[in-house]
């Protein structure tokens, strides 16, 4: 917040607030959503060893939470709640994943009892985030004078996205919702040998594993989902069965199209791939 206050100044910014808070503290929700509008929900605990760990505590924040985050939003009388998923919350082998999957379930189901408020709920789902905290980055950037970048699986893929690609999907959506819909972006995968390859060259790689609750590959829109799935242009749109917000015809009116049955978004049978040179590029715009 001390940045932020440098940055965007409450006397340049009369709109912005600087709120100390969390999202396990409704009485504080309330006060910080007084007069609000727009909610974009990012809080969450997300290191998958630290949420294995301390699962307790994971689901506080990132269950409990988003639960205080709707019932907040619909008291206050906010128009718009997107909440910020993750991949991991596909088909979730991890308790992060289990606890994304859990919150995505809550705020799209959240549009059937926000009554007379009218308050629209909805959910984006992305991939890895370049560079945010915990990703493998800088990581790799600081085992980069060791000589040595341990990877877990040398045919790992994931999803990735930079902060402004996201930032300016997720500013789409709010455009776009209607209530009830997970948003997945068309976003590049990248293979986790070819970023080692973009961010230390000369360094030796060392397989160590995949660890506990970590996936060979990510997915988006599962298999499961193809027959709630709309595809468009740059994105997909997973319909709520329990919400009336997105249904099929308001869907196809919008240029979505059916995806067929069997469809499946994963990192590993993606269409778009980010070549060691591109990596590279994305790196030293980050470094």
């Given amino acids: ?54 699962p307790i505590e994971v689901i506080r924040t990132n269950v409990l939470g988003g639960a205080n985050i709707i019932d907040a939003a619909i008291d206050r009388n906010v128009q718009k709640v997107i909440a910020l998923s993750t991949d991991k919350a596909a088909n979730p082998i991890n308790l992060y994943g289990a606890t994304k999957l859990c919150s995505d379930k809550l705020f799209v189901s959240a549009n059937g009892y926000s009554g ?30 060791s000589g040595v ?12 996205i930079t902060l402004e690609q996201a930032v300016e999907f997720v500013l789409k959506c709010l455009t776009r919702m209607h209530g009830g819909e997970i948003f997945v972006p068309k976003i590049p995968s990248m293979n986790i040998v070819d970023l080692a390859k973009a961010i230390a060259p000369g360094c030796r790689i060392d397989v160590i594993g995949i660890r506990p609750g970590e ?19 740059d994105h997909f749109v997973i319909r709520s069965l329990s919400s009336e917000g997105s249904p099929n015809g308001l869907l196809n009116r ?14 590993d049978n993606n269409t778009q791939w980010l070549t060691v040179r591109e990596l590279q590029t994305l790196v030293n715009c980050h470094d």
């Fill in 1 to 54: 917040q001390f940045d932020m206050r440098q940055r965007f100044s409450e006397e340049h910014y009369p709109s912005l607030r600087y709120f100390i808070g969390d999202v396990r503290d409704r009485d504080r929700l309330y006060r910080a959503m007084d007069g609000v509008d727009i909610v974009i929900h990012a809080a969450a605990l997300k290191q998958v060893p630290t949420a294995e760990y301390n």
């Fill in 149 to 160: 970048l341990p990877i877990t699986h040398p045919k790992m893929t994931r999803f990735w």
């Fill in 254 to 267: 919008n240029g979505g199209r059916p995806c067929p049955e069997g469809f499946r978004y994963s990192s």
């Fill in 116 to 145: 007379h408020h009218g308050t629209k709920f909805s959910v984006v789902r992305y991939g890895n985030v370049m560079g945010s905290r915990g990703s493998v980055i800088p990581f790799f950037l600081q085992m980069r004078a």
């Fill in 215 to 233: 996936k060979l590959h990510e997915t988006m829109v599962p298999e499961d989902d193809a027959h709630n799935t709309f595809e468009y242009d």
